[in-house]
């Protein structure tokens, strides 16, 4: 992926180029990648681990819920069981690696 990202910023236009410090949203790299011919590519590891809403929310599952069971109750397995929303600190982590995830960062 970083040899995408690195092609995509080569392609962008100067006036983008220009603008020090300033880093677009991979969704935006994404786009302007695929018009100049690249594609960037779906972290595949992380595709079978994530997936967004309908609403638009990234989530994510719970740690604690593969083994040693037996010592966590009802309640708490029930709990780890669910699907939880990803931190919003985290979600341009996830969209590093997904570019073409459909999130909606206002959602939640
Ligand atoms: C989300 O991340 C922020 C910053 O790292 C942290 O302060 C906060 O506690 C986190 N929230 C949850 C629910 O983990």
């Known amino acids: 992926m970083a040899m995408s990202l690195s092609l995509a910023r080569l392609a962008l236009p100067p006036v983008l180029q220009a603008l ?6 991979h969704s935006a790299l994404a786009f302007l990648a695929a018009g100049k011919g690249y594609k960037m590519k779906t972290h595949k ?24 069971l037996s010592k966590k109750n009802a309640k708490r397995r029930k709990r780890l069981s669910k699907m939880v929303q990803v931190n919003k600190s985290d ?18």
């Not at 020090?20 to 949203?25: I, S, Y």
């Not at 681990?49 to 994510?60: P, S």
């Open 20 to 25: 020090p410090g300033r880093r677009l949203a």
């Open 91 to 108: 979600y341009s982590n996830v969209m590093g690696a997904l570019p073409y995830l459909k999130v909606n960062k206002k959602a939640g």
């Open 45 to 68: 590891a992380s595709a079978k681990r994530f997936r967004v809403t309908g609403t638009g929310k990234i989530v994510r599952r719970c740690a604690g819920k593969q083994h040693l």
